[in-house]
């Protein structure tokens, strides 16, 4: 019966959301007050409406119950709770459903905290909101549906895939969707903006603190499959360039060209054709990043479906939206006039650099992850493009952005002087190379990539408290005074600067060793010695594993005691490798136990993984800043240049 319901709330939102993206949208066209103020109750009475459904099909994977089909596919009574739970958006079905709640979330906390926005602008931008859940809840019913019955119910499940069972990727995927979902609001925005065709100040200062959001959500999400992909598949790396990273990669990187060029629109109300394009452009990813992991055409161990007709619905939502967005675009863009006049060398000058390089950096991204598919249908050549080609293409761009970031952050609006700015940031200059002098002569392979990477970073770190103590005009006391906007952009600077250092100094000099161990025995490894102790099989709740004991010690002192694992769950039949990892502040002792070998024997894997910390340390970092712009009141209201918006007479339609 609560299924039912839910599938019977379900359908009741994509009526509601049928009406609140048509009624709205016609009475601010005509002018019409009452049809315009039916956008925000729609919006509360459709989130409710989805979040009632969800309810319902946690219910289900909570009290297992099996006349579900997706809940037969995903779960099994001796999971553990937090696992049922993850199941309900471990599957393609339940993690859809996920998809339009948080869609309707968004539009909800539009609908709640945008009282004071001018309420044509709010009624547009709810309507083009409630269009997108109208696509994905008609997509969820005719294809997707999650309430499907079974007319036979088994006695249990099937088990969720044993590689989701994992902490880090159960709160994964909730993260990611918020990112992902939150950059329609950017989307709904600027639509909104070309049918008005009206963008200003105030319309940055209303969807940065949206963009913001969406962008700290997906560094989370991110952060979060890298840090499970680093410990859970046991291979030792942190990213793999496979599509489905690649696709939540996308729209981080031109996420963050969004909100740079939002300041520019913000403070000088130049660059707002540019702006409203990355708006559309990314959420445009997010949804090419859905269709991606759901349509079959990308093969990739993280993909949920691998269904043509799935893929073919998916690809008319992002034709028709994006499609419809760019030809919207194309004709309204040359009304947005730029006001904003600004020298070479000047602020603009330096956010125009820095959304050249992420959009450049996003589309060679996109390149890589999508030409096997062209390669296969126009040229029927089957072909892998694999993490050398990205790291060739993509680093050059990442390097270009780190060195003018903290240039561009000094730099003053409207015209500057390079001598000027480069003035305060020659002591983060001579510490950076001094830093990188430090790893040159700790690189037995005399590779320049440790000490390139430590440079850059150490420069983005010590330029962004340089440039805080600029702004505090070099006193301590006006430091603790500055806006939390100014120590957000500062700490997110420093967060990708740690990210650089932990990247370059991981790949530069990690260690591998690969044996066959007898119990017992003990070998040395990056200078650490290993002591395979013991090997035994141990009862799982839901698995059994082969549990091995190794003593880590360096110079005769055991530094700790690990317990690597081969997990096999017998409902699906599947292995599992668990690492088991002594980490550390600059280095991380991560070993894996392998199969049993003819010798008496166990393959066992080492690495030495230094600075592995530090990459989602800086991720923390970043997300912390995120926050902390969040936080500051300036974004959250648009102060005196909203209520000026709100008061000014609308334009005529």
């Not at 069972?165 to 950017?186: C, I, N, R, T, W």
């Not at 639509?191 to 940055?204: F, K, M, P, S």
């Not at 126009?378 to 060195?403: N, Q, W």
Request: charged share 15%; net charge positive.
């Amino acid at each position: 019966m609560i299924a039912e319901l839910g599938h019977f709330t379900l359908t009741l939102a994509l009526g509601v959301a049928l009406v609140q993206s048509l009624v709205p949208l016609i009475g601010a066209q005509r002018g019409w007050h009452g049809w315009t103020a039916v956008a925000a109750p729609a919006a509360k009475i459709q989130f409710l409406l989805i979040a009632a459904a969800f309810a319902a099909l946690t219910h289900a994977f909570v009290t297992s119950d099996f006349s579900l089909r997706v809940v037969i596919e995903n779960s099994h009574t001796l999971k553990p709770m937090l696992y049922k739970v993850a199941g309900v958006w471990g599957n393609h079905e339940g993690s859809m459903l996920l998809w339009v709640l948080i869609l309707a979330l968004f539009g909800a906390a539009a609908a709640v905290f945008g009282d004071a926005l001018p309420p044509r602008l709010l009624a547009r931008v709810l309507s083009i909101q409630a269009m997108i859940g109208v696509a994905f809840l008609a997509f969820i019913l005719l294809t997707s549906n999650p309430f499907d019955r079974v007319a036979f119910p088994p006695f249990d499940g099937k088990d969720l895939n044993p590689l989701l069972q994992d902490p880090g990727l159960a709160f994964h995927p909730p993260f990611l969707y918020l990112g992902y979902v939150g950059l329609s609001m950017a989307f709904s925005f600027a639509v909104a903006a070309l049918i008005e065709g009206r963008v200003d100040a105030a319309w940055a200062r209303w969807v940065r603190p949206w963009t913001l959001a969406a962008w700290m959500f997906l560094t989370i999400g991110i952060a979060l499959g890298s840090w499970w992909a680093y410990y859970e598949l046991g291979w030792g790396g942190f990213w793999f360039w496979d599509p489905v990273e690649n696709a939540s990669f996308m729209p981080w990187l031109l996420a963050g060209a969004l909100l740079h060029s939002a300041i520019v629109v913000e403070k000088r109300e130049a660059l707002k054709s540019w702006t409203i394009l990355l708006a559309i452009l990314a959420f445009g990813f997010s949804l090419i990043g859905t269709f991606i992991v759901r349509s079959g055409v990308i093969t990739s161990v993280h993909a949920f479906a691998n269904d043509p007709e799935r893929g073919v619905f998916i690809l008319a939502i992002l034709a028709v939206f994006i499609g419809g967005a760019l030809m919207l675009y194309a004709a309204r863009a040359g009304a947005l006039e730029a006001k904003g006049v600004f020298g070479l060398v000047s602020r603009e000058s330096a956010l125009v650099l820095n959304n050249v390089l992420l959009a450049v950096a996003a589309f060679v991204v996109f390149i890589g992850t999508v030409w096997p598919l062209f390669a296969e249908m126009f040229f029927d050549r089957k072909l892998s493009v694999g993490a050398p080609f990205f790291e060739k293409a993509f680093t050059p761009f990442m390097v270009l952005l780190a060195i003018a970031l903290p240039v561009g952050a000094i730099l003053p609006w409207k015209r500057g002087s390079l001598r000027n700015a480069l003035r305060p940031l020659a002591a983060p200059l001579l510490l950076a190379l001094a830093l990188a002098a430090l790893a040159f002569a700790a690189e037995t392979g005399r590779s320049a990539l440790a000490p390139v990477g430590v440079a850059l970073g150490t420069w983005l770190v010590a330029g962004a408290a340089a440039e805080l103590w600029q702004r505090a005009g070099r006193r301590r006391a006006r430091l603790a005074r500055l806006p939390r906007a100014d120590w957000g952009k500062a700490t997110a600077h420093a967060g990708l600067g740690i990210v650089f250092i932990g990247i370059s100094t991981l790949m530069a000099w990690d260690v591998e060793d690969i044996r066959v161990a007898h119990i017992g025995e003990t070998f040395d490894a990056g200078g650490y010695q290993i002591t395979l102790s013991d090997v035994q099989e141990v009862q799982g709740p839901n698995y059994t594993s082969t549990m091995a004991t190794m003593i880590v010690a360096r110079d005769g002192k055991v530094i700790s005691t690990l317990h690597p694992e081969k997990r096999i769950y017998p409902v699906a039949a599947m292995p599992t490798t668990e690492a088991a990892i002594d980490n550390g502040f600059f280095r991380d002792v991560y070993l894996v136990i392998g199969d049993p070998q003819e010798n008496g024997g166990w393959a066992v894997r080492t690495y030495i993984k230094p600075f592995a910390n530090w990459i989602w340390a800086g991720a923390i970092l970043m997300a912390i800043g995120g926050l902390l712009s969040l936080s500051d009141r300036r974004y959250r209201v648009a102060a005196g240049a909203r209520r000026t918006a709100a008061a000014a007479p609308a334009p005529a339609e």
